[in-house]
């Protein structure tokens, strides 16, 4: 990120903050997730990303192999009473489960997911509730965590977005995209859930325009990026350039979320 960018104070009155970024398939949700997580990062807050995606993107953006990041089966247990029959096993907390299997990444982000769950040996039941409850009961003052949903409405249709202090509906300037954020972000305003829209690969001021006038509140909008998209579609996600659009972007929607959350103050 930008050398001349924010850094978080120690003081977080808020606490933990708690994003959750939702939006269409390909509208560049996991991106943002990934950008988020390694800007509060350089910035000095300590970073727990999440995927509660059943596709392993998030892991793969941070350089993580999913074979290596699901939580082992000492860490679950059937639950009759869980939504999928399985749930995070008895007695074990949120903090120890962070700090015995989450997967650090080079970056000083903590990671934990589903892992590959295109195996017939990982089904995503067993290992969804498990991941919610962390993420409701993690709540380590100072700490930023960055869940990233799946794609579309089901997820906040399930009010998986509750754990979080605020939630970013991810827009891309294009129909489907478009459609998607209207009913994700209705569904949002039905759970009482505070939220708001950032644009993704925008080409211009006129998307924003565009996505704020159909969606809603848009806090901020990550340029289109032709570097950042092919390193996505080949892997790991690289870095924007420090001194370009994405990095000044990403520094613009970090300082409108601690703002917004009152969780520190980003000083410039």
């Given amino acids: 990120m930008s050398d001349q960018a924010g850094k978080l104070t120690d003081s ?5 903050l708690k994003l959750a970024v939702v939006g269409k398939g390909g509208a560049g949700k996991t991106v943002l997730c990934t950008l988020l997580a390694r800007r509060f990062a350089a910035g000095g807050s300590r970073v727990l990303a999440l995927d509660l995606d059943t596709s ?7 350089g993580i192999d999913p074979s290596d990041s699901p939580l082992p089966e000492e860490a679950i247990e059937e639950n009759k009473k869980s939504a999928y029959g399985w749930a995070l096993r008895s007695g074990l907390d949120a903090r120890v489960v962070v700090a015995r299997y989450g997967v ?6 903590i990671f934990l997911g589903l892992g590959n769950t295109s195996t017939v040996s990982n089904p995503t039941k067993r290992y969804i509730e498990a991941i919610r409850k962390v993420a409701q009961d993690f709540n380590e003052p100072g700490w930023v965590m960055v869940g990233d949903l799946s794609a579309g409405p089901t997820t906040p249709f399930e009010a998986y977005e509750r754990f979080a202090s605020f939630t970013l509906v991810a ?3 294009a129909p489907a995209s478009i459609l998607a954020g209207q009913r994700i972000r209705s569904i949002l305003s039905h759970n009482h859930s505070e939220h ?15 996505v704020e ?9 990550v340029p289109h990026d032709a570097d950042l998209r092919a390193s996505e579609l080949s892997g ?3 870095d924007p350039r420090p001194d370009g659009a994405v990095a000044g972007a990403v520094d613009d929607l970090v300082e409108k979320i601690c703002s ?3 969780f520190g103050e980003v000083v410039r």
């Fill in 196 to 210: 708001a829209v950032v644009v993704t690969k925008s080409r211009g001021p006129a998307d924003s325009e565009r």
């Fill in 104 to 109: 650090p990444t080079d970056e000083g982000i």
């Fill in 260 to 262: 917004i959350s009152n």
């Fill in 12 to 16: 977080a009155p808020g606490g933990i």
């Fill in 56 to 62: 392993p993107g998030l892991a793969i953006s941070l």
């Fill in 236 to 238: 790991r996600l690289s």
């Fill in 171 to 173: 827009v891309e300037a």
């Fill in 213 to 221: 006038r159909e969606v809603g509140e848009v806090i901020g909008s």
